[in-house]
């Protein structure tokens, strides 16, 4: 099945710090998220984006789906992007979605 | 409109006992998954219902786990004789592939300690 890798597993970063995040995928998919997990378990959409750039706010995301891989940005960090973010990926409307481990991000006031 | 429901929040049972978790999906969404995270774990994938197709059982990690879905629409998770390792989260999410987009939304969780 595909293979779903997220890095770094762990970020610690100060107030006001910008953060890459990468996932790298081992075949062609046609869905991938962005997800959020906040500290009391919820799974918060951050971005639908199985290819292209958008942006949020402080937050951007680039997919280049012919290289397999995707990069969330947060710019200007603020303790209240802690906790883990997870990157979940699809090949079509009859496969499963499967997610990568995350990234458990750390904003130090 | 409502988010994706799941009940109970949480569930305290003894070794040996059979549970039944429940996700109500939003409404209209033909997609329905089950995964399960164990603390500080990613999202391990259970089963997959897309409409009226076979669901993908793939994930199921034993006999004792089984899942139905009924009209479509509500889902139950059953464990059967559960052990102590099927202690985790088990969250629930459904999307809506009509168009090409399989966006997915998830519900709260149920947390499951089993002792």
């Known amino acids: 099945g595909i293979q779903v890798e997220q890095s770094p597993p762990d970020l610690i970063l100060q107030e006001g710090a910008n953060s890459t995040l990468r996932c790298n995928f081992s075949?062609?998919?046609?869905?991938l998220q962005w997800f959020h997990q906040n500290p009391w378990g919820q799974l918060i959409n951050l971005f639908y984006?199985?290819?292209g750039t958008k942006q949020n706010g402080r937050l951007s995301a680039t997919t280049v789906a012919t290289e397999r891989y995707s990069l969330l940005y947060i710019s200007s960090s603020q303790t209240t992007d802690s906790g883990v973010y997870f990157c979940?990926?699809?090949?079509?409307?009859?496969?499963?979605?499967?997610f990568g481990k995350g990234t458990r991000l750390h904003i130090l006031p | 409109g409502a988010g994706v429901s799941q009940s109970p929040s949480n569930k305290v049972t003894e070794k040996g006992k059979d549970v039944e978790l429940r996700c109500d999906p939003i409404?209209?969404?033909?997609?329905l998954y089950w995964y399960r995270q164990s603390l500080g774990q990613g999202l391990e994938f259970l089963i997959y219902?897309?409409?009226?197709?076979?669901?993908?059982k793939s994930g199921l990690p034993s006999d004792r786990f089984s899942a139905e879905r009924t009209g479509g629409s509500v889902s139950t998770l059953t464990i059967q004789r559960t052990q102590q390792e099927d202690s985790a989260v088990y969250l629930c999410?459904?999307?809506?592939?009509?168009?090409?987009?399989?966006?997915?939304?998830f519900g709260p969780g149920t947390r499951l300690t089993v002792t």
């Open positions: 999410a459904s999307s809506w592939p009509g168009t090409g987009i399989y966006e997915q939304y």
């Open positions: 979940a990926v699809g090949r079509g409307r009859d496969d499963k979605i499967i």
């Open positions: 984006i199985p290819s």
């Open positions: 219902f897309q409409g009226n197709s076979a669901p993908d």
């Open positions: 409404s209209g969404h033909t997609a």
């Open positions: 075949d062609s998919v046609n869905n």
